[in-house]
């Protein structure tokens, strides 16, 4: 689904290389890395925010710098570590939001949107919340609210940069057990940043992480904390 | 659209011809029904009665209905672009630069500027030209509040050439010139009256193709962006249409403060949505449904005191715009 092949991520100098690396639907991806190593500049680039140094990312076998964000709307869905609520913004209409890209020049939702909304809301079991203010309801519930926004908007790829950051222990697991079944019951590629190495090893989630030294981004099949420990942060 | 906001809004539609027959039967002369529907359909300029509402009552109460409408749109607009509920075209400089144009324009003594499309071209370039300033400000300066501030400082740049170019003016210029700049609704002619509805009708009609990108826009730039929404454009677009519509009031009333700053308050704290369908719609209402009440306290007041309606939306909505300040601290 997604495919890096010499790729440069960073502003003008290069803060991240990947050689090559593919990037599969029903796969959920954990990057791992310290601060500053560029796991938001990566997601940013995928989303078509940032331009790449050097090098290409296809994403559906077509060139990321080739796509324009119309295009990126309907593959690639983003999720940032934190929605603080918007005054007066009800639940099911932030959900709703997730349609732009299918609606038309007014922005009404046809029965299928609704469809598709609901089915989000259901898939993350937030029915109780749809009349709720964004502004009403706790961290964990807005950040559940978000993923449901980005499920609403039906892209085979769904990126997500530090999504547990915020969230209490078991908001953390409920987050990424849900992550993790979307993409393996909903064929998604799911790619998220993460500092949470504990729960993600316990999960068995693929891990991809920066080494502090060359910084290249390398996948990886440990089960050892303090080997990754030490390759992301030399310690 | 929720049953709540259909009902709000319907009752907003009702209210507005009673409103307006209020306005139209207020003033000093008692006059009929028969004169009204004479006036428009039965025109004889030699009856006193039929003149009066041809001339002063109807241009009047439509200016109060564009005006307030086309502020309280403005607004809304400039609210979701800066996403910022205490933006506003008047806040924000964009009603200065109209003031601005049309005081070098009529100042001048250049006849063709005091005429119907001298005045609104130079008020639409004016408005135009520092939408685009606030604007250009917009993309370096992040911080809501600091983007406010220069917007008043702006307005306080432009209020100072004006004043300036007020000392150096000749005594009748310089008294046209302020008498509009305390804002009525009374100096509109009718055969103005076009030529304004058509700029009206135009900003209402383009509001309504930005629906859809402002309901994205309220999650912020990048995330509408990543939604498919042209951003780049969308602002551009949302500035000539504030432009357009800020800039019309300005220059057949004046500059009228705080109907753009407290009336797309009002409807989101009302109709508690960000939908803009909704808002867009409840604007429209309420700004005219406001102006209009403010209008029938200034013809209520005339035998007594002529008060600019500047002053009436000033008393009325600066102490609104306090509270809504003091309920977001809360």
């Known amino acids: ?235 | 659209m929720e049953k709540r906001h259909r009902i709000l809004l319907i009752i907003a539609l009702v209210l507005l011809p009673v409103l307006a027959y209020f306005h139209l039967t207020i003033g000093q002369i008692q006059l009929s029904s028969a004169d009204f529907y004479n006036a428009v359909f039965n025109y004889s300029d030699s009856e006193t009665a039929q003149l009066l509402v041809r001339e002063f009552r109807l241009p009047r109460l439509i200016m109060a209905i564009v005006a307030g409408s086309s502020l309280a749109i403005a607004g809304m607009l400039m609210q979701t672009l800066f996403n910022n509920p205490l933006a506003g075209p008047y806040v924000l400089g964009i009603n200065s630069g109209a003031s601005l144009a049309v005081a070098l324009g009529t100042l001048s003594g250049i006849s063709m500027f005091s005429s119907n499309i001298g005045l609104i071209g130079l008020a639409l370039i004016g408005a135009l030209v520092f939408g685009f300033i606030v604007l250009g400000f917009s993309l370096f300066v992040r911080n809501s509040l600091s983007l406010l501030l220069v917007g008043i400082m702006i307005g306080s740049f432009t209020s100072a050439i004006t004043s300036l170019l007020q000392t150096i003016s000749s005594a009748d210029s310089l008294k046209v010139f302020t008498i509009w700049g305390m804002g009525s609704l009374q100096q509109v002619e009718l055969s103005q009256i076009g030529i304004i509805t058509v700029f009206f009708i135009l900003g209402i009609f383009f509001s309504f193709f930005l629906i859809k990108p402002l309901n994205a826009l309220v999650l912020g730039e990048n995330a509408s962006l990543l939604l498919g929404v042209p951003v780049k454009n969308l602002r551009i677009i949302i500035i000539v249409i504030t432009a357009l519509l800020a800039g019309l009031v300005t220059a057949f009333c004046g500059p009228i403060a705080f109907v753009g700053l407290a009336i797309p308050n009002l409807c989101k704290m009302l109709f508690k949505t960000q939908q803009h369908l909704v808002l867009l719609l409840g604007n429209i209402l309420l700004g005219a449904l406001f102006l209009i009440s403010c209008d029938i306290l200034v013809q209520g007041l005339e035998p007594f005191i002529l008060v600019p309606i500047n002053v009436i939306t000033s008393i009325v909505g600066a102490p609104f715009v306090i509270f809504i300040i003091l309920k977001r601290l809360a």
Do not use: W
Request: hydrophobic share 40%; net charge negative; charged share 20%.
């Open chain 1, 1 to 235: 689904m997604i495919e890096f092949k010499n790729t440069q991520i960073g502003y003008q100098q290069p803060l991240l290389f990947i050689d090559e690396l593919n990037l599969n639907s029903g796969e959920i991806h954990v990057l791992i890395g310290a601060n500053g190593k560029g796991k938001t500049t990566l997601l940013k680039s995928i989303n078509g925010l940032q331009a790449l140094v050097s090098g290409q990312i296809e994403i559906d076998h077509r060139l990321t710098s080739a796509l324009n964000h119309k295009d990126l709307s309907n593959l690639v869905a983003f999720v940032s570590s934190k929605f603080d609520g918007i005054e007066h913004l009800k639940v099911y209409d932030y959900i709703a939001l997730g349609r732009t890209p299918y609606t038309n020049l007014f922005g009404r939702l046809s029965s299928e949107d609704h469809i598709q909304i609901q089915h989000a809301i259901n898939t993350l079991g937030i029915d109780y919340l749809s009349d709720k203010l964004t502004t009403e309801i706790s961290d964990g519930e807005r950040q559940l609210c978000s993923i449901a926004r980005a499920m609403a908007q039906e892209t085979p790829i769904i990126t997500l940069d530090e999504p547990t950051a915020f969230l209490d222990y078991a908001n953390r697991v409920k987050v990424l057990n849900i992550l993790k079944s979307l993409a393996t019951d909903q064929q998604k590629c799911i790619v998220l940043s993460s500092h949470d190495i504990d729960i993600c090893l316990e999960m068995n989630l693929p891990i991809l992480y920066i080494d502090s030294n060359s910084n290249h981004l390398i996948k990886t099949n440990t089960t050892s904390k303090s080997l990754l420990i030490q390759h992301c942060f030399g310690m």
